[in-house]
């Protein structure tokens, strides 16, 4: 009986060892929070977070599309101007175009 509990107690600090290991594992892999939650991300850092052009994000934010700050000639974009950009690119900047059957609008022109 006395050596079911030793195996029994070794089988637990074997899982305790395995968990350990797979947090410390799973820490080093996730990335590290930010220090400042309010930190201005730079054209570059948004780009690379997007997979957009910084190019593009600068373009865009000059014409007024895009939420950002600007200091100087320096364009700076907060968390919430990111959240706001992803959420502008997932609606449709344009309506889809109504299809029209060629049979109607030909009884268009004939009636007028």
Do not use: W
């Amino acid at each position: 009986m006395e050596t079911e509990c030793v195996q029994d107690d070794a089988h637990d600090c074997a899982v305790a060892a395995a968990v350990r290991e797979l947090a410390a594992a799973v820490r080093a892999t996730a990335p590290a929070p930010p220090e400042d939650p309010n930190v201005l991300l730079t054209a570059e850092e948004v780009g690379e977070l997007l997979q957009l052009s910084p190019r593009t994000l600068k373009d865009q934010a000059a014409a007024g599309v895009l939420p950002h700050r600007r200091f100087g000639k320096h364009y700076r974009f907060t968390r919430s101007d990111v959240a706001e950009i992803v959420r502008l690119g997932a609606t449709p900047v344009k309506p889809p175009r109504r299809r029209v059957c060629v049979e109607d609008l030909a009884q268009d022109f004939r009636a007028a």
